[in-house]
T-cell receptor, first 113, second 109 residues
Framework: DTEVTQTPKHLVMGMTNKKSLKCEQH?????MYWYKQKAKKPPELMFV???????INESVPSRFSPECPNSSLLNLHLHALQPEDSALYLC????????????FGSGTRLTVV | DAKTTQPNSMESNEEEPVHLPCNHS???????IHWYRQLPSQGPEYVIH???SNVNNRMASLAIAEDRKSSTLILHRATLRDAAVYYC??????????FGTGTSLTVIP
């Protein structure tokens, strides 16, 4: 299995809702990442997990809450989002360290209404 | 984190070679040069990466300048399926991976 699977592919949520995005990989990668991508912009790093521990938080608002329950799963919990949080949310994984490439999922298209 | 500079857009005729340049003048000795591409409504896709020597794979070739301050991604025969945004990224020994603005490649039939 050489894929990163993200669910759901599309999500519409109200500003008072709580929802979660899910990411799964079975390549044995011990580093996992969340990125946010607005239209016609490059992906922006949000969070990095290394060996199931949060190692980087790029000053992301607390309405985004990441969780890494095991080495194969990465969740992003969403609460009280704003319309400007609408974007494509990408998950990626890699072996730790600079010598390896990343594998990205196809993303979750989030719309906040 | 070291930064990269790429042209915003480029065009190529179908079945001709494409050379996509990237400048990374602040690269450090341990930074790997990665290239990814992103098709519309998809996640970025790994293309190739290298450290010092030129690299080839089934998708492309990566030519790295001797001083490592620039690199060029070479697509040997562009097809319509190669139309995408191409990102040149420097990755250090840590787990931080920052995208630059990328080059939007248009392939003309």
């Amino acid at each position: 299995d050489t894929e990163v699977t993200q669910t759901p592919k599309h999500l519409v949520m109200g500003m008072t809702n709580k929802k979660s995005l899910k990411c799964e990989q079975h390549m044995g990668h011990r580093a996992m990442y969340w990125y946010k991508q607005k239209a016609k912009k490059p992906p922006e790093l949000m969070f990095v997990y290394s060996y199931e521990k949060l190692s980087i938080n790029e000053s992301v608002p607390s309405r985004f809450s990441p969780e890494c329950p095991n080495s194969s799963l990465l969740n992003l919990h969403l609460h009280a989002l704003q319309p400007e949080d609408s974007a494509l949310y990408l998950c990626a994984s890699s072996p730790p360290g600079g010598t390896y490439g990343y594998t990205f999922g196809s993303g979750t298209r989030l719309t906040v209404v | 984190d070291a930064k990269t500079t790429q042209p915003n857009s480029m065009e190529s005729n179908e079945e001709e070679p494409v050379h996509l340049p990237c400048n990374h003048s602040t690269i450090s000795g341990t930074d790997y040069i990665h290239w990814y591409r992103q098709l519309p409504s998809q996640g970025p896709e790994y293309v190739i990466h290298g450290l010092t020597s030129n690299v080839n794979n089934r998708m492309a070739s990566l030519a790295i300048a001797e001083d490592r301050k620039s690199s060029t991604l070479i697509l040997h025969r562009a097809t319509l399926r190669d139309a995408a945004v191409y990102y040149c990224i420097l990755r250090d020994l840590g787990n931080q991976f920052y995208f630059g603005t990328g080059t939007s490649l248009t392939v003309i039939p």
